[in-house]
Nanobody
Framework: QEQLVESGGTLVQSGGSLRLACVAS????????MAWYRRAPGKQRELVAE???????TYAEAMKGRCTIFKANAKNPLYLDMSSLKPEDTADYYC?????????????????WGQGTLVTVSS
């Protein structure tokens, strides 16, 4: 079964730091990008940060300078380091992987979402 499992979400005080981790298992397609998304209460899901298989990272404006997405190698977890956290960063954080299937599946686009991990930032 293809799955992404997040961990690291917890209650943290405003100004604090946190590391989220995402472990992939059973992935049968070639991953070309992974990302962290979040959904705050009453809001739509939004991109936090994305990293390509080549290591190129992009960040949402709201998180630039306050987070780092990284992955040591193909077999290591995906991480998201966040600092200077604010109450408005409170959200469920989701891991996401996108890629392409093999020739037997016509190289179609594939994607997997994790179940999310809750980050709560207290004021």
């Amino acid at each position: 079964q293809e799955q992404l499992v997040e961990s690291g979400g917890t209650l943290v005080q405003s100004g604090g730091s946190l590391r989220l981790a995402c472990v992939a298992s059973g992935i049968s397609f070639h991953i070309y990008a992974m990302a962290w998304y979040r959904r705050a209460p009453g809001k739509q899901r939004e991109l936090v940060a994305e990293i390509t298989s080549g290591g190129s990272a992009t960040y949402a404006e709201a998180m630039k300078g306050r987070c780092t997405i990284f992955k040591a190698n193909a077999k290591n977890p995906l991480y998201l380091d966040m600092s200077s956290l604010k109450p408005e960063d409170t959200a469920d954080y989701y891991c996401y992987a996108a890629g392409t299937a093999g020739e037997d599946e016509g190289y179609r686009r594939r994607e997997v979402w994790g179940q999310g991990t809750l980050v709560t930032v207290s004021s």
